[in-house]
């Protein structure tokens, strides 16, 4: 019998590499095929993959990536997640071929790097939409969250109608309030749908004023921060300067002041009357976070704050200032039955569920309905009275009772008191006294009419006359200047209190009238 010879299949090395390939699409199983490495896959764009995974890298991340859209949401993911996530929806190699100097992976991070960098990423920014931002300042950051603006549906809202109108509306209080209300929710809400970073449309504060347990914090929660995205926070301790930190009023497009501290000193009035200029006049805000450098950005904000009526309470809201009157709308709220019955936490959740739902029929009519009346739109001098929208408003209930505790209605209460002499006349009256010129511009009745600096030597006792309050005048003016308080009370007229004094600034003369009381 011959023999039969076989030739043994040839055996790699020890040690040696495999030389092959793995094949397979996606879906089947994968096998090795012998050979060298493939070439480099034609027609290869890391754009697209990082378009379509959402991909984002933040300056200084090191190797963790930032992934999602406005629609789902952002979240941070380790590199080699996202390597496992690109190879199952994207058959990414892992590996450089023969002919790459990168693999794909790398390519698809170096291009995330490059061209997807941004400097930080915010949970959110008031107005600002989910996604990436350029900042005017130059920074790209990243907005993990919008506001959840209600879209316009006709219907009902009787509900809202009966909050709205039960504390705003015709009463004691003697004033109509709600057009002003119902302007402000439209301007609010188209400003906030329809501009942009550093466009919006800026609106005034609103400050509410009534009994306790009246009903106004509910036109705050239920209502306003509804119609502005449904996020709101407490600006309590930014508007106080009591916190270096800002972040938490910068995740909210509604700055919801429930309770003003009970300082009633002049210089926090000032500062918080400044303060609220500038969230309301400001487009630019200095955002400050735990550690992190301050940003500069452009917030949409509403500011609104509620206090009780009694005096005290309103010692503490801020002085009504000629700079601050046009920036505020101030409504002077009553006690009136709710809509529907709060007493208990389920009656209180249903009338909460009732409201939202009433919601977008109310931004409805607003929208599509609701015409700003025109006598909003302009002063009393004819001129145009639209930076905010229209024309502010302050009742006059608060706004008196502000007043009463300003130096300015300190001066004309020691005015109507001081008594004069002089050459044996006693009891005589500021406007009795003899005038720079004999004008009443305007004035019924008698008036005094000179420059400031006279008044004040005859307020002191020093132009003539003996004054009887002379020393409580000096006191007065050595914290204020006298033509600053004849300006306040120039201002306070001219908001409706019947003229007791008015400036002349013509040609032939300027100077101060004051007119004695009605």
Known sequence: MGETTTTA????????????????????????????????????????????????????????????????????WPEQGLIDRMREEHCVAIKAREDERLSESKRVFLHARMKRCVDEMFPSLPGYKAGPHKLKGGETVLVKTSPTLLEPKAGEWETIRQLIEG???TGTVGVDQTDFFYSWCKV???????????????????????????????????????????????PQKYLFGTDDFNGDCFAAEHLNLGEIPGSQKTVDRVMLSEKIKQVVANSMQRMRLMRTEPWTVH??????????????KLRSLPLITPDLAGKVLIFHTKACPMPMPTRTIEERAAFEAQV??????????????WEIPEALLTYADGSDATRFGFREFH????????????????LMMLIDTAEFEREGAKGLKLWDLASDRDSNAGIEGRCWHGRAVVLERILTGQ????????????????????????QRLNAHSELGDGQRIAKANTRAWKGWLIGRPA
């Open 9 to 76: 299949p040839r055996k790699r090395a020890k040690g040696s590499p495999r030389i092959g390939r793995v094949a397979g699409g996606k879906g089947e199983p994968a096998r090795f095929v012998e050979g060298g490495d493939p070439p480099a896959r034609t027609g290869f764009d890391p754009d697209r993959i990082v378009e379509d995974l959402g991909m984002w890298w933040k300056s200084g991340g090191g190797s963790n990536f930032i992934l999602g859209s406005p629609g789902l949401g952002y979240s941070v």
């Open 167 to 169: 504390q705003l509306s």
């Open 188 to 234: 609010a809400y188209e400003s906030l749908r329809d501009g942009h970073p550093g466009s919006w449309r800026p609106g005034h504060a609103m400050i509410l004023v009534g009994p306790a347990s009246s009903g106004k914090s509910r036109l705050q929660d239920f209502i306003i921060t509804a119609l502005l995205g449904g996020r709101e926070a407490d």
């Open 299 to 312: 917030p949409f904000w509403r500011l609104t704050i509620s206090v009780n009526d009694d005096p005290d």
């Open 356 to 369: 939202f739902a009433e919601m977008p029929a109310f931004i409805d009519w607003l929208v599509n309905t």
């Open 395 to 410: 009742h006059s209930i608060v706004r008196d009772g502000l007043f009463d505790e300003t130096p300015a209605a300190e």
């Open 463 to 486: 132009g003539g006359y003996v004054c009887s309050m002379d020393t409580q005048f000096r006191e007065l003016f050595r914290h204020n200047r006298l033509p600053y308080l004849l």
